[in-house]
């Protein structure tokens, strides 16, 4: 209540400021206005009743950003950790998020490229090149975008064809021997016909060592391309053919041990204490004989990704005089194949690999209205279906003496209609209303999990579970008022409700988990945006709460080797905070941004989670953890904090010079990340808060086609951990962030 508070006197504040100050100087021109599609129109964001963070193509480049886990430096509130170090994301925004390792189960924050979904986590994994933009919306966007956008949604909007011939070219080379190259060719092709081709690849920036062996780790090797063709029929109806095609060589970021391996430990055969790292920046890794019999990797070969993915969609937008017709088609697919190594040591303690192959059709249709009447209206439809086939093998054989082969098929279908709607009932006050329908089905099928046992191991029983299914149909809806006192401040309050679909948990076949309950929240947010001392300040900030039911949680289950992760449901849990960013252009050439997020949050009834530690006191001493029937202890959680960064914050300052027949843009880019204490797993896998500071120097002519750029990320050479786990109990690894990098670019349009 009292933050609710405080944000109402802040509104107060910022409406009589906006009064008072309506004759400000004129040394700036003001903030630029920024059109976004969030609400699938285009709008300023100024005008848009959402709490959101908008990154420029500048912006993006300015910060290095070029994979969507970068956006958590620039975006507050938002976190993107890769799972263990893989291929596959955590997403969490305002602490809304999922954390589980497998590719079936669909994120809490849906990612867009163009209005077109990318369900599974793993697609998320591409490059970020030639993009006009970047939309991350906060809060349940259910109504517009469909269930599984509970935490949020991020939006890439990609740069269009246009008439005019261009071109640009882009060459980027650091400390680290890493060089990115991208560029794009656009132009007329025929009367009616443009066309656009960009392209970006990523290679070279090894920063790790194997520290038995001393070879490089952590190259890299992506390339993607992306083509479009834009066909204007007439003034009221064009077609846009999109095709892109990525592929991804690369090694992971390696992990370290930051504690040791004890030989004592049961899940350690080797006889063996395999020590900490003392040098951070170092990791390792090994597989063996038994693991090369079943995949085909050598033992002594090094993590990898070998992902290929491509897709086309067709977007087709008409105008009918009442009302605007779109329509986007698409067809994705994706094969991942990675392996990794989860023990960071040169024996086979834990190691993994994946081989995902994943399809995805959608289809969305829309009418929106036209005109400046007080009612709007937006209606539409929606039909997905996904087909996913994924194997996924563990290497067990110096701790559990096994290697383990899991296969399945998941098929999701998914229907929808949706309608939002708008009225003014004056010039100043609006109201906005949605519903939608989802029915997302889900089935599991043709799971197998078979072992290959090393001799003398004990066998332990392998069956494969049954077939599943989970149907997930749910009506969610939104309820919003909007108020503009005047034309510089706008005042929103919301509620709203998102949901998450059910799952399955695909690592833990042994043990048929029960397939995991929708999850639902409901959202109840305020927030303020504001244009201030003629539009050279902007100050936006939006306060919530959230109320879950059905949290979905990574556990554990008691297995006969002792604890298996397994997905279980929270039946009740809140999440509360808020954002505020300011942005001040005093000076034509001076910016200043800063922008802070907060939450926090508690399970209020959770009695379901494997409390590990106490189980594994009570197991029956032996190489494989085999406890005596109902040993497993269970701990209620309520009342514990939600394991979620609470605080986060980032800022920037430019100022731009005049050399005669030159400019030179300064610039100094901050976040701070705060600590992580992740609840489910116990103080051991603590990580730390820490700081990042970017700098950039561009210089440029006036009226030139180039510029030249030298920047440092991580200047002060921060050294932090992004994530601490274990894939076996006291096999300790965490996750190195990249030390400082120095470089320079060059870029060239035309």
């Given at each position: 209540?009292?933050?609710?508070?405080?944000?109402?006197?802040?509104?107060?504040?910022?409406?009589?400021?906006?009064?008072?100050?309506?004759?400000?100087?004129?040394?700036?021109?003001?903030?630029?206005?920024?059109?976004v599609?969030?609400?699938?129109?285009?709008?300023?964001?100024?005008?848009?009743?959402?709490?959101?963070?908008?990154?420029?193509?500048?912006?993006?480049?300015?910060?290095?950003?070029?994979?969507?886990?970068?956006?958590?430096?620039?975006?507050?509130?938002?976190?993107?950790?890769p799972?263990?170090?893989?291929?596959?994301?955590?997403?969490?925004?305002?602490?809304?998020?999922?954390?589980?390792?497998?590719?079936?189960n669909?994120?809490?924050?849906?990612?867009?490229?163009?209005?077109?979904?990318?369900?599974?986590?793993?697609?998320?994994?591409?490059?970020?090149?030639?993009?006009?933009?970047?939309?991350?919306?906060?809060?349940?966007?259910?109504?517009?975008?469909?269930?599984?956008?509970?935490?949020?949604?991020?939006?890439f909007?990609?740069?269009?064809?246009?008439?005019?011939?261009?071109?640009?070219?882009?060459?980027?080379?650091?400390?680290?021997?890493?060089?990115?190259?991208?560029?794009?060719?656009?132009?007329?092709?025929?009367?009616?016909?443009?066309?656009?081709?960009?392209?970006?690849?990523?290679?070279?920036?090894s920063?790790?060592?194997?520290?038995?062996?001393?070879?490089?780790?952590?190259?890299?090797?992506?390339?993607?391309?992306?083509?479009?063709?834009?066909?204007?029929?007439?003034?009221?109806?064009?077609?846009?053919?999109?095709?892109?095609?990525?592929?991804?060589?690369?090694?992971?970021t390696?992990?370290?041990?930051?504690?040791?391996?004890?030989?004592?430990?049961?899940?350690?055969?080797?006889?063996?204490?395999?020590?900490?790292?003392?040098?951070?920046?170092?990791?390792?890794?090994?597989?063996?004989?038994?693991?090369?019999?079943?995949?085909?990797i050598?033992?002594?070969?090094?993590?990898?990704?070998?992902?290929?993915?491509?897709?086309?969609?067709?977007?087709?937008?008409?105008?009918?005089?009442?009302?605007?017709?779109?329509?986007?088609?698409?067809?994705?697919?994706?094969?991942?194949?990675?392996?990794?190594d989860?023990?960071?040591?040169?024996?086979?303690?834990?190691?993994?690999?994946?081989?995902?192959?994943?399809?995805?059709?959608?289809?969305?249709?829309?009418?929106?209205?036209?005109?400046?009447?007080?009612?709007?209206?937006?209606?539409?439809?929606?039909y997905?279906?996904?087909?996913?086939?994924?194997?996924?093998?563990s290497?067990f054989?110096?701790?559990?003496?096994?290697?383990?082969?899991?296969?399945?098929?998941?098929?999701?279908?998914?229907?929808?209609?949706?309608?939002?709607?708008?009225?003014?009932?004056?010039?100043?006050?609006?109201?906005?209303?949605?519903?939608?329908?989802?029915?997302?089905?889900r089935?599991?099928?043709?799971?197998?999990?078979?072992?290959?046992?090393?001799?003398?191991?004990?066998?332990?029983?392998?069956?494969?579970?049954?077939?599943?299914?989970?149907?997930?149909?749910?009506?969610?809806?939104?309820?919003?008022?909007?108020?503009?006192?005047?034309?510089?401040?706008?005042?929103?309050?919301?509620?709203?409700?998102?949901?998450?679909?059910?799952?399955?948990?695909?690592?833990?076949?042994?043990?048929?988990?029960?397939?995991?309950?929708?999850?639902?929240?409901?959202?109840?947010?305020?927030?303020?945006?504001s244009?201030?001392?003629?539009?050279?300040?902007?100050?936006?900030?939006?306060?919530?709460?959230?109320?879950?039911?059905?949290?979905?949680i990574?556990?554990?289950?008691?297995?006969?080797?002792?604890?298996?992760?397994?997905?279980?449901?929270?039946?009740?849990?809140?999440?509360?905070?808020?954002?505020?960013?300011?942005?001040?252009?005093?000076?034509?050439?001076?910016?200043?941004?800063?922008?802070?997020?907060?939450?926090?949050?508690?399970?209020?009834?959770?009695?379901?989670?494997?409390?590990?530690?106490?189980?594994?006191?009570?197991?029956?001493?032996?190489?494989?953890?085999?406890?005596?029937?109902?040993?497993?202890?269970?701990?209620?959680?309520?009342?514990?904090?939600?394991?979620?960064?609470?605080?986060?914050?980032?800022?920037?300052?430019?100022?731009?010079?005049?050399?005669?027949?030159?400019?030179l843009?300064?610039?100094?880019?901050?976040?701070?990340?705060?600590?992580?204490?992740?609840?489910?797993?116990?103080?051991?896998?603590?990580?730390?808060?820490?700081?990042?500071?970017?700098?950039?120097?561009?210089?440029a002519?006036?009226?030139?086609?180039?510029?030249?750029?030298?920047y440092?990320?991580?200047?002060?050479?921060?050294?932090?951990d992004?994530?601490?786990?274990?894939?076996?109990?006291?096999?300790?690894?965490?996750?190195?962030?990249?030390?400082?990098?120095?470089?320079?670019?060059?870029?060239?349009?035309?």
């Amino acid at each position: 209540m009292k933050r609710i508070l405080l944000a109402g006197a802040c509104a107060q504040i910022l409406v009589a400021a906006s009064g008072m100050f309506a004759a400000a100087t004129a040394q700036s021109q003001g903030i630029e206005t920024v059109t976004v599609t969030a609400q699938k129109r285009s709008e300023s964001a100024q005008n848009v009743p959402i709490a959101l963070s908008v990154l420029t193509a500048e912006d993006l480049e300015r910060q290095g950003i070029t994979k969507v886990n970068g956006l958590q430096y620039a975006t507050p509130s938002l976190e993107a950790v890769p799972a263990f170090g893989s291929g596959q994301p955590e997403f969490r925004l305002r602490g809304v998020g999922f954390d589980d390792y497998a590719s079936n189960n669909s994120s809490t924050v849906g990612v867009y490229v163009d209005e077109v979904a990318y369900p599974i986590p793993a697609q998320t994994q591409g490059s970020i090149f030639d993009v006009e933009r970047t939309e991350v919306l906060y809060g349940p966007q259910g109504t517009l975008y469909g269930v599984n956008t509970t935490g949020g949604a991020i939006n890439f909007i990609t740069n269009k064809p246009q008439d005019d011939f261009g071109f640009g070219l882009t060459a980027d080379y650091d400390s680290h021997n890493e060089f990115i190259g991208n560029g794009y060719v656009t132009g007329q092709i025929t009367d009616g016909l443009d066309g656009r081709l960009a392209f970006i690849t990523d290679q070279g920036g090894s920063w790790q060592k194997n520290r038995d062996t001393g070879q490089t780790f952590g190259k890299k090797d992506t390339t993607s391309v992306r083509g479009e063709l834009q066909w204007t029929l007439n003034d009221q109806w064009n077609v846009l053919f999109e095709g892109h095609y990525s592929n991804d060589r690369s090694q992971p970021t390696g992990l370290y041990l930051f504690d040791p391996v004890l030989s004592t430990n049961p899940n350690n055969l080797t006889g063996v204490t395999i020590p900490a790292f003392a040098d951070t920046k170092k990791t390792a890794w090994g597989g063996s004989a038994t693991f090369d019999t079943l995949t085909g990797i050598a033992p002594t070969e090094a993590p990898f990704h070998r992902t290929d993915a491509d897709g086309a969609n067709m977007q087709i937008h008409g105008n009918l005089g009442f009302a605007e017709l779109t329509s986007i088609t698409s067809y994705e697919t994706l094969h991942r194949r990675e392996y990794n190594d989860w023990d960071a040591s040169q024996y086979a303690l834990a190691g993994t690999y994946f081989d995902t192959s994943a399809h995805v059709f959608q289809q969305e249709v829309r009418l929106a209205s036209n005109g400046d009447d007080p009612f709007s209206w937006m209606i539409g439809a929606y039909y997905g279906r996904q087909a996913m086939n994924e194997r996924f093998d563990s290497d067990f054989a110096d701790s559990l003496g096994l290697a383990t082969d899991t296969r399945y098929r998941q098929h999701v279908e998914t229907e929808a209609v949706f309608t939002q709607e708008e009225y003014k009932i004056t010039d100043q006050l609006k109201v906005i209303g949605g519903l939608r329908y989802d029915d997302d089905k889900r089935s599991l099928g043709d799971f197998v999990l078979n072992g290959i046992f090393l001799p003398g191991a004990p066998v332990f029983p392998l069956t494969p579970s049954v077939g599943q299914s989970i149907d997930n149909a749910r009506l969610s809806g939104k309820g919003e008022l909007e108020y503009k006192p005047n034309d510089n401040v706008m005042l929103y309050a919301s509620v709203s409700e998102g949901i998450k679909s059910g799952g399955f948990t695909t690592y833990n076949g042994s043990q048929a988990a029960p397939p995991l309950k929708p999850e639902v929240l409901w959202a109840y947010e305020a927030g303020v945006k504001s244009n201030l001392l003629d539009d050279t300040l902007q100050v936006n900030g939006s306060v919530f709460w959230y109320h879950y039911e059905n949290q979905q949680i990574q556990s554990a289950v008691w297995g006969t080797t002792g604890p298996v992760g397994s997905l279980v449901n929270a039946p009740k849990s809140h999440v509360y905070g808020g954002e505020l960013s300011v942005i001040w252009q005093p000076l034509d050439a001076l910016r200043i941004t800063q922008a802070v997020g907060y939450k926090d949050g508690k399970f209020d009834e959770f009695d379901n989670f494997l409390d590990i530690p106490a189980s594994v006191a009570k197991c029956v001493p032996a190489s494989i953890c085999v406890p005596p029937a109902g040993t497993a202890v269970y701990d209620n959680k309520k009342g514990a904090r939600i394991g979620f960064p609470p605080l986060s914050y980032n800022g920037s300052i430019n100022y731009t010079w005049q050399l005669g027949d030159y400019t030179l843009d300064t610039g100094a880019d901050w976040v701070f990340h705060d600590h992580l204490n992740p609840l489910l797993l116990g103080p051991v896998y603590y990580v730390k808060s820490y700081w990042l500071t970017d700098v950039n120097i561009t210089l440029a002519p006036n009226d030139g086609p180039w510029a030249a750029t030298i920047y440092c990320h991580n200047c002060t050479n921060t050294k932090y951990d992004t994530t601490r786990n274990f894939f076996l109990p006291g096999i300790d690894i965490a996750q190195r962030g990249e030390p400082a990098t120095v470089g320079v670019r060059l870029d060239y349009k035309y």
